[in-house]
């Protein structure tokens, strides 16, 4: 299995990071997080923008994912050029030079530790 | 990033807002909501129709959101021409002018805090 | 807004009915739902086949939506020709003679409270 | 309903089994779950492979899926040709002879027992 498979380019409308946590740190904060595929015999280069509700959108996030790996990374530590504003909305595209699988998870634990999930939609 | 993507018409089959609530208010309080990011250099103008179990649907429910921007918005909020009723079962078809990537989330604190999420179908 | 939008057919694959609820009836029975929208002019009738583990799939089960509307059903409700079984795994294929848009939900008081969604890949 | 639905090929890119788990065994361990749906009549051979943050992907590990059968399978039962890591990042392939219905769960009990679910991205 190594063939490139997914898509170059994905969105997520939905992103919230709440301002609170409750529970034993890291593992408990409240996050979100990108789980990226990356099958091919190829690293992937990605660029991420990061839109808002009421300025302009912020990027490009640049990450890397080596050939024939998944890689985790939370949006709480998408810090450079800026950090990704708590307990406010915020919507990713993600563009990348090789065909990627993404999926979106929540761990919100500012309430009473439920956890919500999503996948990314391929456009 | 000023390409326009997504989709002109998403739907939500499974709306429904619960009739009680638990936890400080605003924060807690059980609602569906609307990510709606519009990526595209022109704003977005949006006709919501909301479906019923029972009678005719309702509509349009009308929403704009900016060029280059995320909008949140809570079904709660749709007033006019009328309110969607709590406790009941509700779709949304959503059309809009231009493409949009649209994702439903879901928060309930009628039980125990948790929290439902899914994705809307790009129709 | 009468467009039949969506599609003819789709399948749930992760149907579970825990065996156990906690909290008052019949709000907190767990369930597995369909939510199906039939934005046509149209009313459309439906066959569910249900597939198990380790016997032949079991069906027609035959609904019909009318026109305009959005219909909810329990799977639990769901008992001719016979129940589904709780505690064990199940899928559903429904069939429609009219485009719809279904998103199926789970509603699961067996242990904290906890919800889970998914929606239904149309095929 | 004999027809076989479905895609030859699915991902998942946000695998991640707790390492803890709280409640009764082995109803509420903390688990990853794949919902196998083979319409056709014909049975399924699936190759999974396992990706890794840190090194090569793993597999396969070969299932069946009977004709005109649903299977569910726990990502902590793939064994074979090694266990699942507990605690860290995976995704997953899986490629069929055969068109199939795939459906991804989460139930994670290392927090206050909430669940998560999402769907296989058909590729």
Redesign the interface.
């Known amino acids: 299995?190594t063939k490139a498979?997914?898509a170059r380019?994905w969105?997520?409308?939905?992103?919230?990071i709440p301002v609170e946590s409750h529970?034993p740190e890291p593992a408990?904060t409240s996050r979100d997080?990108l789980?990226?595929?990356n099958?091919g015999a190829d690293g992937a280069s990605l660029a991420i923008?990061v839109?808002?509700?009421?300025r302009?959108?912020v990027?490009p996030y640049e990450i890397t994912v080596p050939a024939?790996?998944?890689?985790?990374i939370r949006v709480n530590d998408l810090i450079f050029p800026e950090a990704v504003e708590l307990g406010r909305?915020?919507?990713l595209?993600i563009?990348s030079d090789r065909p990627l699988?993404?999926?979106?998870?929540?761990f919100?634990?500012s309430?009473?530790?439920?956890?919500?999930?999503?996948?990314a939609?391929?456009?």
Chains 1, 2, 3, 4 share one sequence.
């Open positions: 299995m498979i997914g380019r969105a997520i409308a939905g992103g919230h529970g408990f997080q789980s990226i595929l099958t923008t839109f808002h509700p009421d302009d959108p990027g024939r790996r998944v890689r985790r909305p915020y919507a595209v563009e699988v993404i999926q979106f998870t929540r919100d634990s309430g009473s530790g439920a956890r919500l999930g999503s996948i939609a391929d456009l």
